[in-house]
């Protein structure tokens, strides 16, 4: 098939990147377009008019002329014009919008038959950004969080499913056996994520940290999965009650075990998710960790990656 895929690409770590390259394993013929790589840096007073529009779409009675203000600052219009030239010019087969929070995607509502809205965000950005009415002009949705697709999506089809992984990044380079009896917990630093690990310092389990914060700075893509195939364990605190991120399949891909606090997805993929151990709070952990000798690790890893993502969204797609 002939895609066009919307999204961010700048950033080395940007997970759009690897959807691109996945796509293009899988033989298909895609066009990438940055719908942030030409918008205009602001000044002092447009920064403040676009946080004043951005904010007030999260209002249902100005939602609509907020957003369509918003989408036409800043050098917006003529991105969209880009992007409408872009598909007049390739006709693609399918039309990928991922996020595109500053995109006006009703203009592409005559391609809605084509076009699939992709968001990895949790609830609190769904909700700020409205991909409920974003999503409203496409056939078809798929969200990583499934309280965004059960409430925030308003496409024809929704879909609930896993994030991925780029396998040439995310792998096993270390035996199990041979890596540390420690944890590593890998996400910038906030008030819940403190809490957590000052309990396990104190309880003398040993954690390094990495992230903005912490003692060790940001680590992505290859150095993260250097960094994992040196520990038994990694550590994943949920943002919500309701999803994960996608650290947790890098974590698995690398061969470790995850420990993680529950959240609603988990049950979601069960089958999915091996060599994964979930807890309640602090003392549920504590008792885990404790017992941990216990825990079996299955060489028998499944496939996470974008390309068997990608394969499985696409099979879901055709079957509607």
Same mark, same amino acid.
């Given at each position: 098939?002939?895609?066009?895929?919307?999204?961010?690409?700048?950033?080395?770590?940007?997970?759009?990147?690897?959807?691109?390259?996945?796509?293009?394993?899988?033989?298909? =013929?895609?066009?990438?377009?940055?719908? +942030?790589?030409?918008?205009?840096?602001?000044? /002092?007073?447009?920064?403040?008019?676009? @946080?004043?529009?951005?904010?007030?779409?999260?209002?249902?009675?100005?939602?609509?002329?907020?957003? #369509?203000?918003?989408?036409?600052?800043?050098?917006? @219009?003529? $991105?969209?014009?880009?992007?409408?030239?872009?598909?007049?010019?390739?006709?693609? =087969?399918?039309? $990928?919008?991922?996020?595109?929070?500053?995109?006006?995607?009703?203009?592409?509502?005559?391609?809605? *038959?084509?076009?699939?809205?992709? /968001?990895? *965000?949790?609830?609190?950005?769904?909700?700020?950004? +409205?991909?409920? $009415?974003? %999503?409203?002009?496409?056939?078809?949705?798929?969200?990583?969080? &499934?309280?965004? %697709?059960?409430?925030?999506?308003?496409?024809?089809? #929704?879909?609930?499913?896993?994030? &991925?992984? =780029?396998?040439?990044?995310?792998?096993?380079?270390?035996?199990?056996?041979?890596?540390?009896?420690?944890?590593?917990?890998?996400?910038?630093?906030?008030?819940?994520?403190? @809490?957590?690990? #000052? /309990?396990?310092?104190?309880? %003398?389990?040993?954690?390094?940290?990495? !992230?903005? !914060?912490?003692?060790?700075?940001?680590?992505?893509?290859?150095?993260?999965? /250097?960094?994992?195939?040196?520990?038994?364990?990694?550590?994943?605190?949920?943002? =919500?009650?309701?999803?994960?991120?996608? +650290?947790?399949?890098?974590?698995?891909?690398? !061969?470790?075990?995850?420990?993680?606090?529950?959240?609603?997805?988990?049950?979601?993929?069960?089958?999915?998710?091996? #060599?994964?151990?979930?807890?309640?709070?602090?003392?549920?952990?504590?008792?885990?960790?404790?017992? +941990?000798?216990?825990?079996?690790?299955?060489?028998? $890893?499944?496939?996470? %990656?974008?390309?068997?993502?990608?394969?499985?969204?696409?099979?879901?797609?055709?079957?509607?």
């Amino acid at each position: 098939m002939k895609i066009i895929l919307i999204g961010s690409f700048l950033d080395d770590w940007s997970t759009n990147n690897e959807m691109f390259k996945a796509l293009q394993s899988l033989n298909h =013929d895609v066009i990438k377009f940055d719908y +942030r790589k030409d918008q205009k840096k602001p000044n /002092f007073i447009y920064f403040i008019v676009d @946080k004043f529009f951005s904010f007030g779409r999260r209002f249902d009675l100005i939602s609509h002329l907020f957003i #369509n203000i918003y989408t036409s600052i800043l050098g917006r @219009k003529k $991105i969209v014009r880009n992007v409408l030239k872009l598909i007049k010019k390739e006709e693609p =087969d399918l039309i $990928i919008v991922c996020k595109c929070d500053t995109l006006k995607i009703k203009t592409l509502e005559k391609y809605k *038959d084509k076009l699939i809205y992709y /968001f990895m *965000d949790p609830l609190k950005m769904a909700k700020k950004i +409205r991909t409920d $009415i974003n %999503s409203s002009y496409c056939k078809y949705s798929i969200s990583t969080f &499934g309280k965004v %697709s059960k409430n925030l999506m308003f496409s024809d089809h #929704n879909r609930h499913y896993l994030q &991925g992984v =780029d396998k040439n990044i995310f792998n096993i380079k270390v035996p199990w056996e041979k890596r540390k009896d420690k944890i590593v917990f890998v996400a910038n630093i906030t008030t819940k994520r403190k @809490k957590f690990i #000052n /309990f396990f310092k104190k309880q %003398s389990i040993p954690i390094d940290c990495y !992230g903005l !914060g912490w003692e060790n700075s940001q680590i992505y893509l290859k150095d993260l999965n /250097f960094i994992y195939n040196e520990y038994k364990y990694v550590l994943n605190l949920c943002q =919500d009650n309701y999803g994960f991120s996608v +650290r947790v399949q890098q974590a698995i891909s690398s !061969g470790c075990v995850v420990f993680s606090d529950y959240c609603q997805d988990f049950k979601t993929f069960t089958d999915l998710l091996r #060599n994964f151990y979930s807890f309640n709070n602090q003392y549920d952990f504590k008792d885990l960790w404790n017992q +941990r000798k216990n825990i079996f690790y299955s060489e028998n $890893i499944p496939d996470l %990656s974008w390309s068997k993502i990608m394969n499985e969204n696409f099979k879901w797609i055709n079957s509607q």
